[in-house]
């Protein structure tokens, strides 16, 4: 695989912060710090070190009850300065894009509200005067009957395991079928479909998780355009060449469980790989010389 390179030049990011106040949560020991907005920073540490707790339970559901409403309690902290700068946050995670056999790439992406709107708009459904709710998986008529809108046919076998034909159906492909990082990345390519405000935050806990190195660089690629957008991209990682093309690093330890919850570096790749308390940095500094 082609060797993923070291930007020539770091984001200096809009000048604008969201800084953490005495962030305690779990075994965190009274946090403050800063994170850059318009930049791509990366959390890193190990195992047990407070990266998730700091990021997903008190920066991310402290901006999901501030901009989007969300019904979640945040990680205990003093508080967060700079919301105003920000106008939503959206956690790109793991999760399942939908929990029924009916719900796909193509429902989540809303590609099927196109297709919906071409079927509704053959003379054939003129003339039986359907409109675009006609074509629903859940509509009798509307949908194909041979699976009933799953998109697969299930024959039972005796004494051997269920058969399921139509699984070249891509595109409708059941969500339960779907891996965590395929649906993460589906949910990516739904952000970047959408039109960019350049003040949102995306909040990404190890995206790399089982990609081969050709696709983290099309990930990174990802990251890059949501970042140069304007936006803010926070992202708990432990690959390296995820690492490498940050613009910020934050570095929690120095160990993990209580030996943690601790800044031990804050700033750019470069700095992090000089900095000699940092278990990441010492990783990081034979990539980057």
């Known amino acids: 695989a082609r060797k993923i390179p070291v930007p020539a ?35 890193t540490g190990v195992s047990g070190s407070g990266k998730s707790s700091l990021i997903n339970e008190v920066l991310y559901k402290t901006l999901a009850a501030e901009k989007n409403r969300a019904h979640v309690r945040p990680g205990k902290c003093d508080g967060i300065e700079g919301l105003e700068n920000v ?7 793991q999760s399942p894009i939908g929990r029924t056999p009916r719900s796909n790439p193509a429902t989540y ?13 053959t003379n054939d459904a003129k003339l039986h005067g359907y409109g675009p709710g006609r074509f629903s998986f859940n509509v009798k008529g509307g949908r194909c009957e041979a699976c ?39 949910k990516l390519a739904t952000e970047l479909s959408k039109r960019s405000t350049g003040q949102t935050v995306y909040v990404l806990d190890e995206p790399t998780t089982g990609l081969h190195t050709y696709d983290v660089q099309k990930l990174i690629t990802i990251l890059d355009r949501l970042t140069d957008a304007g936006n803010t991209v926070v992202v708990i990682e432990h690959n390296l060449d995820v690492i490498k093309v940050a613009d910020h690093i934050i570095d929690l330890g120095p160990e993990g469980g209580d030996g943690g919850g601790e800044i031990v570096f804050e700033g750019t790749p470069e700095g992090c790989a000089a900095c000699a308390g940092s278990a990441t940095g010492e990783y990081l500094k034979k990539l980057l010389e």
């Open 9 to 43: 030049k770091r984001r200096a990011g809009n000048g604008k912060f969201l800084t953490i106040h005495n962030a305690r949560e779990n075994n965190l020991k009274g946090v403050d710090v800063q994170i850059p907005l318009g930049v791509l920073t990366c959390v």
């Open 87 to 93: 106008d939503k946050v959206i956690c790109i995670d």
């Open 109 to 121: 992406t809303g590609v099927f509200n196109d297709i919906r709107e071409l079927f509704a708009s």
């Open 148 to 186: 009933s809108g799953d998109g697969l046919i299930k024959i039972e076998m005796h004494f051997l395991p269920d058969i399921y034909g139509l699984g070249y159906v891509k595109l409708g492909q059941s969500s339960t079928t779907l891996s965590g990082g395929e649906a993460q990345r589906v």
